[in-house]
């Protein structure tokens, strides 16, 4: 049996067992010019899971997230989300990337972008209708930016960047989203502001994986927590996983001993 062949039978048997699951990984491992960044790495996200990945610098985080989407190669592993094949479920998944990888001098209004998530609807080839316009600037008004929906989206600051950038995946009325750095340099009322929208949809009933650097706001905006360091140290729900043990595994000598102590217990 060849090895495309074998990989579908893997990805089915992945998708069997855990058929509820916005995002399922196994065996995941990433190399960038022959240097493993991410190895073997597996994750079952609970539905309904508001999750943070969670590591140093370096540790394969943001890597991951965009090899289990298809959006970098990967060496090896499976991805299944709500138990099919990548490929058969996109339209169910909604990315938000980082902000420094975003070209910010495209020629495009606040209301364009947040339109954007809406193509798979409109289609490449047709025009937006007045119920899209609605749909888009309803968005807007849920992430606070609808008196922005003319201006041209490089003249925004970054947090007001990032809240378009969520009313763009709102458009999309996705099970599941995925996010990579939300909360990276934006203000404190922009966290505030993407938390709370976050937060609404995961009451809704859709499941949140974001990229996070702030241990100290784990245990107030997520249930879950993915620990890894190149490889996956621990995941679980937070009360269960987010542990000195764990952080101490990941982070190692980059955070004192005291640091991680008063961290896990905040």
């Known amino acids: 049996m060849n090895a495309p062949v074998l990989m579908a039978e893997a990805g089915r048997r992945l998708g069997a067992d855990h058929p509820e699951s916005p995002l399922a990984i196994a065996g995941l491992t990433v190399a960038y010019g022959g240097k493993p960044v991410v190895v073997s790495v597996d994750l079952v996200t609970p539905p309904g899971a508001m999750l943070a990945v969670i590591g140093p610098n370096g540790a394969g985080k943001s890597t991951l997230l965009k090899a289990a989407l298809g ?12 138990g099919q094949p990548l490929r058969e479920a996109r339209r169910r998944i909604a990315y938000v990337p980082q902000r420094a990888s975003v070209d910010w001098e495209f020629p495009a209004t606040v209301l364009d972008v947040v339109m954007m998530g809406l193509y798979r609807e409109i289609g490449l080839l ?18 606070g930016m609808q008196d922005f929906a003319d201006r041209q989206i490089g003249q925004l600051s970054g947090g007001q960047q990032q809240r378009v950038f969520l009313a763009r995946a709102l458009a999309q009325g996705a099970g599941l989203y995925v ?17 709370e ?12 994986l974001c990229v996070h650097h702030d241990l ?23 009360a269960a996983a987010f542990t000195p043990e ?12 005291a640091q991680i102590g008063g961290i896990a217990a905040e």
């Open 216 to 238: 100290s706001t784990v245990k107030d905006y997520f249930t879950h927590v993915l620990i890894m360091n190149v490889r996956r140290i621990a995941d679980g729900p937070v």
């Open 71 to 82: 959006i970098v190669p990967r060496v090896s592993g499976e991805v299944t989300a709500f």
């Open 246 to 257: 764990n952080l101490q595994a990941a982070y190692g000598g980059r955070l004192a001993p």
């Open 126 to 143: 047709r025009f937006a209708g007045k119920r899209h316009r609605e749909r888009a600037a309803e968005c807007l008004r849920r992430v």
């Open 179 to 195: 996010m990579d750095e939300p909360f990276a340099g934006v203000d404190a009322a922009t966290e505030r502001a993407i938390v």
């Open 197 to 208: 929208v976050l937060k609404d949809l995961n009451r809704a009933g859709r499941t949140i």
